[in-house]
């Protein structure tokens, strides 16, 4: 199981970013890719997931209408594009392989290195 997770950056409030999640190593059809994210000193949560098969995606309240999920299955790879970026979105964001939408444990048990968001106000 292997996600790379691309895209992070400095941006100011109200800007845009878009994160990249590279997979391979299983199959992508058979799970779901999650979009989660640790602040400092806070827990780590779920942000947006997408079902490649049926389209289905979820998004927190808090990202719901500013944040869009999608993903390009020929190249395996799931987007999370961030619009109207506010500070309380600066974190480390992490892509996972999931059974389900809503839950947070990750295919093989670990998470990857991450991408630094940081929004400056």
């Known amino acids: 199981v292997h996600l790379v997770e691309s895209g992070g950056g400095l941006v100011q409030a109200g800007g845009s970013l878009r994160l990249s999640c590279a997979a391979s190593g299983f199959s992508f059809d058979d799970y779901r890719i999650g979009w989660f994210r640790q602040a400092p000193g806070k827990e780590r949560e779920g942000v947006s997931c997408i079902s490649s098969t049926d389209g289905r995606t979820y998004y927190a309240d808090s990202v719901r209408g500013r944040f869009t999920i999608s993903s390009d299955n020929a190249k395996k790879t799931v987007y999370l594009q961030m619009n109207s970026l506010k500070p309380a979105d600066t974190a480390v964001y992490y892509c996972?392989?999931?059974?389900?939408?809503?839950?947070?444990?990750?295919?093989?048990?670990?998470w990857g290195q991450g991408t630094q968001v940081t929004v400056s106000s």
């Open positions: 996972a392989a999931v059974l389900i939408c809503g839950s947070s444990y990750p295919l093989g048990g670990s």
